[in-house]
């Protein structure tokens, strides 16, 4: 029996750096399964016009111009994102599995040691708010849901 498996592999979508075009190409590919590889959301802040996002007539609101933090900020980062018609017409196309790397939560952290300044309760704070959202807006299973800053 010959079979085989199409896998393509995404990754470091910055919504702040536009054109997830790629995305849309991929949505029309004969692939069984996409891997993403972390970093599906930048948790940097964004300006009105979307950073790189300008050409389009799009502006968005003021809460977006500041660093994700809470569990709201991270929830409505997944919501800015999955409004993309490039990338919702990926998900609508292929199952994904996904992986997490830094920018879901904050650049360059290691375990409980923060990138910025901050103690470590505000950073597992943020930490915590980042997982949640991260199960919730992810094709995960229930025993994966964060227990507090802790990630199954």
Not at 27 to 47: I, N, P, R
Not at 81 to 93: G, I, M
Not at 101 to 120: M, S
């Amino acid at each position: 029996r010959n079979s085989s498996l199409t896998l393509a592999a995404v990754s470091c979508q910055a919504y702040h750096d536009g054109y997830f075009t790629a995305l849309r190409h991929l949505a029309a590919e004969d692939v069984d399964v996409v891997l993403h590889l972390g970093d599906y959301l930048y948790e940097y802040a964004l300006t009105a016009t979307g950073g790189a996002r300008a050409y389009t007539d799009r502006r968005l609101p003021a809460h977006y111009n500041r660093e994700t933090l809470t569990l709201e900020d991270y929830r409505l980062r997944y919501g800015l994102y999955k409004s993309d018609p490039d990338l919702r017409a990926a998900h609508a196309a292929h199952p994904f599995v996904v992986t997490w790397d830094d920018h879901e939560a904050e650049n360059n952290y290691a375990g409980d040691i923060p990138e910025n300044d901050v103690t470590p309760e505000e950073f597992l704070l943020r930490r915590a708010a980042a997982y949640r959202a991260y199960w919730e807006n992810q094709p995960l299973r229930t025993p994966q849901r964060p227990t507090g800053p802790d990630m199954r």
